[in-house]
């Protein structure tokens, strides 16, 4: 598949990059947390890249004052395997160049979505990287050059934490699986033997290949 740039028009329909903030201390507290030994980690927040200044300005200005929490995601991924969406933008910054695999709420009919219609983005490292709520999105995948990846992802306060409890009344409610998350899988994905939505269908894209 092709990959695009987040600086390409194409990009446009899924998020933006937001410039005139310092991300260099927060790279730096990302890069003092040691990588697992496989697969991908995920925290919502991480107490030593919240004490980071870029905090308060992300809280202020790109958040408009609402609480916020700065997490990571980070690891060894090539693959889908699923996507996800917030009621919100979700803010991305990497540690090196990363890859994100997209696609847009109102592709999915019927609780389905067709892999076909997915698009690859490359962020440049320490770039901050606005993913609009519409679009579809889940874990970052590793450029071939790197070793992995680490991206801080920010998010309002309490998103990815403990799900609510309450009877679904419709069938986006059964999507749910964390809080402020809503998350369609590919039947190969672990998440699908976890209980989540079977809902992407055709290839689970591996941009490995």
Known sequence: MKIYSVYDKEF????????????KELICAMKAIDMPESGVSYEPGIASLEACKIYKPLTDRAYGGMPIQIGMCWGYNTKLNCLEYHRDSEINIGVTDFILLLAKQDEIEDGKLDTSVVKAFR????????????????????????EGFRVAIVLPKGTNTLKPEYEPANEEDKWMTAR???????????????????????????IAK
């Open 12 to 23: 446009k329909p899924y998020g933006k990059v937001i410039e005139g903030y310092d991300t």
């Open 123 to 146: 962020a440049p490292a320490g770039v901050m990287v606005e993913v609009y709520a519409t679009a579809l999105h889940y874990a970052p995948c590793q450029v071939p050059e790197e």
């Open 180 to 206: 402020n998350k809503w998350l369609i899988a590919h039947i190969e994905a672990d998440e699908a033997n976890q209980g989540a939505h079977v809902g992407l269908t055709g290839e689970n894209i591996d």
